[in-house]
């Protein structure tokens, strides 16, 4: 609905449409006495991107959008989780080379490099590797649990070994006969 925003449209009547549909779409997550500030934030919200489009159509410099995460970036790109789940790396394993491509990524929004202008970066993006943060730490949990459950399940063998072997009992014969019951 934003793009059909032009100086011929009657781009209140359009918000108020898009504000609705929204409205509309989330009101079951809402209170109802929540809806009528939620509709005055939509309708800030949907002014302030128009206004945005509209510098952004004036603008003449291009805006680059990149979805492809590099690991030696570390000014345009970041880990998703950083900060969040930190280990040492000694307690992490070594990654396989195809855990490189992401899970999740959020765009990185810059300004490319021109003769006169350095790249200019907007937006940093992030990106979710599988050999990182939360999966790293998840990942050695996981290992020790393994290896608590190996454990357990040795002492059990063992135990079970010691005690079966303790319970045979051998008889022993006097060598006559059946000893009778009573004497």
């Given at each position: 609905?934003?793009?059909?925003?032009?100086?011929?449209?009657?781009?209140?009547?359009?918000?108020?449409?898009?504000?609705?549909?929204?409205?509309?779409?989330?009101?079951?997550?809402?209170?109802?006495?929540?809806?009528?500030?939620?509709?005055?934030?939509?309708?800030?919200?949907?002014?302030?991107?128009?206004?945005?489009?509209?510098?952004?159509?004036?603008?003449?410099l291009p805006i680059e959008i990149s979805r492809e995460p590099s690991l030696s970036d570390s000014k345009g790109w970041r880990e998703?989780?950083?900060?969040?789940?930190?280990?040492?790396?000694?307690?992490?394993?070594?990654?396989?080379?195809?855990?490189?491509?992401?899970?999740?990524?959020?765009?990185?929004?810059?300004?490319?490099?021109?003769?006169?202008?350095?790249?200019?970066?907007?937006?940093?993006?992030?990106?979710?590797?599988?050999?990182?943060?939360?999966?790293?730490?998840?990942?050695?949990?996981?290992?020790?649990?393994?290896?608590?459950?190996?454990?357990?399940?040795?002492?059990?063998?063992?135990?079970?070994?010691?005690?079966?072997?303790?319970?045979?009992?051998?008889?022993?014969?006097?060598?006559?006969?059946?000893?009778?019951?009573?004497q």
């Amino acid at each position: 609905m934003l793009d059909q925003l032009d100086a011929t449209s009657d781009s209140l009547q359009l918000m108020e449409g898009l504000t609705e549909e929204v409205i509309e779409t989330v009101r079951p997550l809402l209170d109802e006495r929540q809806v009528p500030q939620f509709r005055t934030e939509l309708r800030q919200l949907f002014t302030k991107a128009a206004q945005l489009g509209k510098m952004v159509e004036r603008d003449r410099l291009p805006i680059e959008i990149s979805r492809e995460p590099s690991l030696s970036d570390s000014k345009g790109w970041r880990e998703y989780s950083q900060g969040l789940y930190e280990a040492s790396d000694s307690d992490l394993p070594s990654p396989p080379m195809e855990s490189q491509v992401p899970l999740y990524v959020t765009p990185r929004v810059y300004r490319p490099a021109t003769e006169t202008t350095p790249e200019l970066l907007i937006h940093a993006g992030s990106a979710l590797f599988p050999h990182t943060g939360i999966f790293q730490q998840s990942l050695a949990e996981w290992q020790q649990m393994k290896n608590a459950v190996r454990e357990v399940t040795k002492s059990i063998s063992k135990s079970r070994k010691l005690s079966t072997s303790s319970t045979v009992v051998t008889p022993i014969w006097s060598g006559r006969g059946l000893p009778l019951y009573g004497q």
